[in-house]
């Protein structure tokens, strides 16, 4: 895993590994940090934990703090300042990172070039523009030309692209929405039914997927699952279009949902 110079802002989430426990504090050594370490007082820690201190604080377990200092006398931290939402968020931030890394691991062992001067190519450049690596070899999965902007030689460039592709795959974009759907027509059922299996057929066509729930009349779910955010937003506005065709004399609101 690569590590950073210098030192984390306030307000950062860090994960920490535990070296050294005592009364009242605990060491953590800041796995991302270069010969770094953080201090977690007793009183940034929930009661519980305080309690439990040396059972919960074993050496080598980590966690995931918040920097609530940080200068040349040290770097404090906080456990109690920590959600579980950012937690859970931090934790799956730090292992794609692990994989972005070792991304440039294999390019260096694939292209016979030393990691030192690919890191400083690839790395560096993106940890100074977008603080992290991983979501821009995510993007690159969708959009090969986005490594133009680290002006590799095009070897490189295809290798690296080979090296993403294979450890990393698009994350799809989800949309759920509640359709009402009614017809006054004598056929009215029929219209909806082709207007949902038309609506299916044209997501399948669009490179998407579509499934469609009944809850109860005139209550529909649909969930609609796409490669590209942006496409699913558009298709789901040409899908209003299309079930009002379909409706004709009938109704149709679309939510969606949180």
Same mark, same amino acid.
């Given at each position: 895993?690569?590590?950073?110079?210098?030192?984390?802002?306030?307000?950062?989430?860090?994960?920490?590994?535990?070296?050294?426990?005592?009364?009242?504090?605990?060491?953590?050594?800041?796995?991302?940090?270069?010969?770094?370490?953080?201090?977690?007082?007793?009183?940034?820690?929930?009661?519980?934990?305080?309690?439990?201190?040396?059972?919960?604080?074993?050496?080598?377990?980590?966690?995931?703090?918040?920097?609530?200092?940080?200068?040349?006398?040290?770097?404090?931290?906080?456990?109690?300042?920590?959600?579980?939402?950012?937690?859970?968020?931090?934790?799956?931030?730090?292992?794609?990172?692990?994989?972005?890394?070792?991304?440039?691991?294999?390019?260096? *062992?694939? +292209?016979?070039? $030393?990691?030192?001067? &690919?890191?400083?190519?690839?790395?560096?450049?993106? /940890? #100074? %523009?977008y603080n992290l690596?991983?979501?821009?070899?995510?993007?690159?999965?969708?959009?090969?030309?986005?490594?133009?902007?680290?002006?590799?030689?095009?070897?490189?460039?295809?290798?690296?692209?080979?090296?993403?592709?294979?450890?990393?795959?698009? *994350?799809? +974009?989800?949309? $759920?929405l509640n359709i &009402?759907?009614?017809?006054?027509?004598?056929?009215? /059922? #029929? %219209?909806?039914?082709?207007?949902?299996?038309?609506?299916?057929?044209?997501?399948?066509?669009?490179?998407?997927?579509?499934?469609?729930?009944?809850?109860?009349?005139?209550?529909?779910?649909?969930?609609?699952?796409?490669?590209?955010?942006?496409?699913?937003?558009?298709?789901?506005?040409?899908?209003?279009?299309?079930?009002?065709?379909?409706?004709?004399?009938?109704?149709?609101?679309?939510?969606?949902?949180?």
């Open positions: 895993m690569y590590l950073r110079d210098g030192l984390p802002d306030v307000g950062d989430f860090v994960i920490g590994t535990v070296s050294r426990v005592s009364q009242h504090q605990i060491e953590l050594n800041l796995e991302e940090y270069k010969k770094l370490s953080g201090i977690l007082y007793t009183s940034e820690m929930h009661r519980k934990q305080v309690r439990t201190l040396r059972v919960l604080f074993k050496s080598g377990r980590k966690f995931v703090c918040k920097v609530i200092s940080a200068d040349k006398g040290g770097v404090e931290l906080s456990i109690r300042k920590v959600g579980e939402g950012q937690k859970r968020t931090k934790e799956e931030e730090f292992k794609n990172e692990k994989i972005a890394d070792e991304i440039i691991s294999q390019l260096s *062992k694939s +292209t016979k070039k $030393k990691y030192d001067f &690919l890191f400083n190519k690839i790395g560096i450049p993106l /940890l #100074k %523009k690596i991983y979501p821009f070899f995510e993007e690159v999965i969708r959009s090969k030309s986005l490594l133009k902007e680290l002006k590799l030689d095009k070897p490189t460039t295809d290798k690296l692209f080979d090296a993403i592709s294979a450890r990393i795959k698009p *994350k799809n +974009t989800i949309l $759920k &009402l759907m009614e017809s006054t027509d004598s056929n009215g /059922l #029929k %219209k909806i039914q082709k207007g949902i299996s038309d609506s299916v057929e044209f997501v399948k066509q669009e490179g998407g997927s579509l499934t469609v729930k009944y809850i109860g009349a005139p209550k529909y779910r649909f969930i609609l699952e796409h490669e590209n955010g942006k496409i699913a937003q558009k298709i789901v506005t040409s899908l209003e279009a299309r079930l009002i065709k379909h409706l004709k004399n009938g109704s149709l609101t679309i939510k969606n949902m949180k």
